[in-house]
């Protein structure tokens, strides 16, 4: 099982990214699926999560600016940015509880690799 991440890159303040994880391998399902940030010198922090039934909780400072969703059929978690402060630059990683297709069955947590987000002032 892995996830990739992907659609980082570099936005001026004021403007917009989507990021996108999507879990691939033997994957019987997904549990709570979520973003994560960290900068340099701190802690990864949390952003956004969504439960396997699409509920939704942000952190404060998401809150009216980012969208997470999912599409279940896809095994893929997005994450609409908008209105990007300088302050939301870091590297995103992604998040997942998978149940793998095993004997026994085992629930494992997983992150993506990474993706850069810079938001310029």
């Known amino acids: 099982v892995q996830l990739q991440a992907s659609g980082g890159g570099l936005v001026q303040a004021g403007g917009s990214l989507r990021l996108s994880c999507a879990a691939s391998?033997?994957?019987?399902?997904?549990?709570?699926m979520a973003w994560y940030r960290q900068v340099p010198g701190k802690q990864r922090e949390l952003v956004a999560s969504?439960?396997?039934?699409?509920?939704?909780t942000y952190a404060d400072s998401s809150k009216g600016r980012f969208a997470i969703f999912r599409d279940n059929t896809k095994n893929t978690v997005y994450l609409q940015m908008n209105s990007l402060k300088p302050e939301d630059t870091g590297v995103y990683y992604c998040?997942?509880?998978?149940?793998?297709?095993?004997?026994?069955?085992?629930?494992?947590?997983?992150w993506g690799e990474g993706t850069l987000v810079t938001v310029s002032s």
């Open positions: 391998g033997s994957i019987v399902s997904i549990g709570d």
């Open positions: 969504v439960s396997s039934g699409a509920r939704a």
């Open positions: 998040n997942a509880g998978i149940r793998e297709r095993t004997w026994p069955p085992t629930v494992s947590n997983y």
